[in-house]
Every structure is written in C-alpha cells, then in structure tokens.
C-alpha cells in the first residue's frame, strides 16, 4: 500500500500492485479486502465489480475480527444489494450485513474508532442490526469527542474525520461551516483526503448534480481545483489526476493561471502538537466550538448566507432564463432540469420525451418550463447551453437534441479533441460561421448568468442530479418513464391549486 500511495517511499503503482496481489493470493484478509476495493473503484486498476465480488468473498470468509473481513462483508452486501457483479440477492446481502455488524461490534469494543463509527452508519441505516438512531447518535458523539481531542492536538487524521463528522451530520447538525474549519486544518497538513473533501465542499453543486448529496456552502471553483491538484499532485493516481482536470476545466479563464500559481507555490504547514485535552466521550462539550471557531463562524455565515428578500431577487434573476415550452394555459407545469453534457438527459430526451411532449404539451394539458444545469462534462453543459440559446427561442430544443445525439461522437475517443468541431458543426446548420460560434459560446456574461443559476437551482431548488421533474410540487429525481411521468402528471392535475 506503500508503493501505491507514495507514502514513505517512491510512489511505484506496479510493485504495489503486484505486492498487493501477492498477499491477497497469500489469503490475507486485508489484502483482499483492498484488492477488492481497487477493482470496485478502479483504484490503479480498471474497474471490475465481478473481480471486486471475487476478492471481497475471499476476505469476507475469512475469521471474525481480523483486518479487512467485516468491511469486505459489508462491500460485498452493498454488491448484493444493487446486483452489481454478482446476482441481485438482497437476503444474501443481510446475512453479510450481520456478519459484518458482529465484526465491527467486536471491534468497537477494542475501542477502534473507524468500527465504531462504520457500527454507527449500520444502526443509522438498519443494515444487519435493528435500525437505532439513538445508539447510532450515542456512538457517533462517542467518536466525535475522540476525534476531537486529537483534532486540537494538531493531528491531522482527527481533524479530517472530524470535519467529515460535521460534513455529514454524522451524530451531529450538519455543519458546513465548521466542516470548512477543520478540514482546511488537515488540508493545510498535507492531508490528501481533506484536500479532495474540501474540493468537494467548494463545488458542491456539481457533485450534487452527479447524484450526490448538496452542501449549503458559497461556491468557489478556483478553490476546488486548487484542492483537488494538491491532492493529485500528492497521490498521482488516475483517478483523481482525472479529477483535478475536469474540475480545472470548470474554472474561470481569468482565475485558472492565478489558481495554477498557487498549486505550484504551496507546501504543507506541520501544527506544533499539543497536549490532549480531557476525555469525556459523553460530554457535549468535546464536540462544541471554541471562542475563536465560534467568531470565525459567525463571520463566514454573515458573509455568504443570503436574507430572504436576496434570495428572492436571485430567483427572479434566474427564472428570467426559463425556456418554456406549451401552453401558457395548461392545468400543469412541469419544470424540468437538464445539462447538454449529460448522458442520462441525453437518453431521456431521445427515448421519453417525445412520446411525453405528444401525449401532454402538445394537447395543452402540460406547460413545460425548462431549466439549466451544469452537471455532466462542463465544457458541453456550458457551450450547448449557450449555443442553443443563441439560436433563438424557436430552435432552442433543436439544439438540445442536435447536442445530445451529438454526444457518443463527441467523446469516442476518449478525450474531449472532438467537442470543439462537433459543436461548431451544429452551429453552422443554424447559420452561425465560427466567428459567430466562438463570440457566443465565450461571451463572458451569458457564462456568468448560466453559472449562477445553474448554482442557484442546484442549493434552493435541491436538484442533487438531472434530469430531475418538478410536477405538482413533488421533485422526481433522475430518468424517468413516461409510466411515472404519467401517474405524477395525473395526480397534479386532480391536486386542488394551493
């Protein structure tokens, strides 16, 4: 694990591997138990679930207690669970869960802080243990006041837990604020998962685009690439190297040389280690802020939350962009969230919509606002966004499907080289040349607007994925069936208008 994560000695991915595969044939668990992990998220490896089930059912057969087996039962039931390298089986995966709940108990009661917080999440969720929130909360406030005390001590692991314990809301309000605080501590220590967690903190929006949960915390996506190289530069793996060259892509032109200065200059802080504070798993007051946080805090929530009426006035800024499509008289609207460089837009739109559009817009019984984002590749989110509105309202929804049938070709290669050409092509058959093409797509302003409404819709609209439908209300999350659309556009209609 050394040589994979250049820790300690010269980062060597091949005799890592081949080191790593070694002791997992040897039947170690926690070799298998990584190998697994590896081929599940491609970790130096190309992802292979079935390889990952594989390597997990080696560890997860292995003895009670030892390294790696609890947390393979756990991966392996979750692989169960959604069918994926192995045959759906649920009753299967909550046998593993058991198993795996006695392992982490066992540790937990060794006073492994890792097991007692994985032991936490399986009382949080009910997986093979009756579903608890209170014993849930009592151990997460138990690690909390752990971690905290080495946290002010200076160590950096404790303070990157700690802040994930506040990212989360794991035993806790969610606190993004004090999440920032600590985080940052162990980032400015050189802590490789701090760093790619703040990163994620500053661009929360497109992570809750990709499905993932939205943190209320101000945008900055200089500040998140920033993060995110320091860590590829630290653990040069592909898939945070890949990463950091997504999210360069979706920072300012003017900020990016300035931000690329910075990752160049900085070098880690070390905090002078200092004594630990008392222990008192139980008491609140392990867990709360001190004067100095609390101030900081303050000033930062002053800063960035918006008043009510601002928040107004952003709506209102950002519903002038809506593309409607329909009419205006229809019982029911149906708001929409789409990006251009989303596959899974792409394909509802291709395979549902039309059949959705003749069956409800076009007999006047649904009105359908349209609203974008910029989750997916942010290069096509951005361009097709732009490139569709300056063709005009009438060929607006012509240049979304041009885009989206445009995207295998885009992306065949595996690179973005053909992104450029593609668009342009589509540009020129609404009448545009590549003068016209590169001012529209660049334009500063419109870039800006589509930014913050993207950004706007994505925290108050809490769109965590596209597409996502609002119909009567009721948000639906994902790609949808016209079945679905149906039953939610039907239940709108009968609603009594509020």
């Known amino acids: 694990m050394l040589y994979l994560s250049g820790k300690g000695v010269p980062a060597d991915p091949a005799r890592g591997l081949d080191l790593l595969r070694k002791a997992a044939t040897a039947g170690l668990p926690s070799a298998e138990y990584a190998l697994g992990r590896s081929y599940e998220l491609g970790l130096n490896l190309p992802t292979d679930p079935a390889k990952a089930a594989f390597w997990y059912a080696r560890a997860a057969s292995r003895g009670l207690g030892a390294d790696g087996v609890a947390d393979a039962q756990l991966h392996l039931g979750e692989l169960y669970v959604s069918g994926v390298g192995v045959r759906r089986d649920p009753m299967q995966a909550v046998a593993l869960f058991k198993k795996a709940a006695a392992g982490f108990q066992l540790a937990a009661e060794r006073g492994d802080l890792t097991a007692k917080r994985q032991l936490a999440a399986m009382y949080e969720e009910g997986e093979g243990v009756p579903r608890d929130h209170a014993l849930a909360n009592n151990l997460y406030l138990q690690v909390a006041a752990v971690y905290r005390r080495w946290a002010d001590a200076g160590q950096r692991y404790s303070q990157y837990r700690l802040g994930m314990l506040y990212l989360d809301g794991e035993g806790m309000p969610k606190d993004d604020v004090l999440a920032e605080i600590w985080l940052r501590k162990a980032s400015d220590q050189g802590y490789v998962p701090a760093q790619s967690a703040l990163s994620y903190l500053y661009s929360s929006s497109d992570w809750a685009n990709q499905g993932f949960g939205f943190h209320d915390y101000p945008e900055d996506r200089a500040q998140a690439y920033i993060w995110l190289a320091l860590a590829a530069r630290a653990e040069p793996q592909a898939y945070i190297m890949q990463r950091a060259e ?230 639906m999350a994902g790609e949808q069936t016209l079945d679905a659309l149906d039953a939610a556009v039907v239940a709108a209609e009968v609603r009594p208008a509020s």
């Not at 920072?251 to 990016?256: C, G, I, N, R, S």
């Not at 006035?313 to 593309?323: K, L, N, S």
């Not at 589509?450 to 965590?464: G, M, N, P, Q, V």
């Open 246 to 475: 997504y999210s360069a892509r979706s920072v300012d032109p003017a900020l990016l040389p300035a931000a690329k200065a910075t990752v160049a200059a900085w070098r880690p802080t070390t905090e002078t280690p200092r004594p630990l504070g008392p222990s008192s798993a139980q008491s609140g007051d392990t867990i709360i802020m001190t004067p100095a946080q609390a101030v900081e805090a303050a000033r930062v929530r002053r800063e960035w939350q918006p008043t009510t009426e601002e928040i107004a006035a952003d709506r209102r800024a950002a519903e002038i962009f809506d593309v409607p499509m329909g009419a205006a008289s229809a019982k029911v609207t149906v708001f929409l969230y789409m990006s251009f460089g989303c596959p899974h837009c792409a394909r509802f739109e291709q395979d549902v919509f039309p059949a959705f559009k003749a069956k409800y817009i076009d007999t006047g019984r649904v009105r359908l606002v349209l609203r974008e984002s910029l989750a997916g590749d942010p290069d096509v989110a951005r361009a097709g966004a732009l490139l569709a509105r300056c063709a005009g309202p009438e060929r607006y929804f012509a240049v979304m499907d041009a885009v989206y049938h445009g995207l295998p070709e885009m992306f065949a290669d595996g690179t973005a080289s053909n992104v450029r050409p593609i668009l342009l092509r589509i540009a020129k058959t609404e009448g545009m040349d590549e003068t016209q093409f590169d001012a529209c797509v660049s334009n500063p302003e419109q870039q800006k607007a589509l930014i913050e409404r993207s950004y706007f819709f994505a925290r108050f609209d809490r769109i965590e994925g596209v597409p996502a439908f609002v119909i009567g209300g009721k948000q």
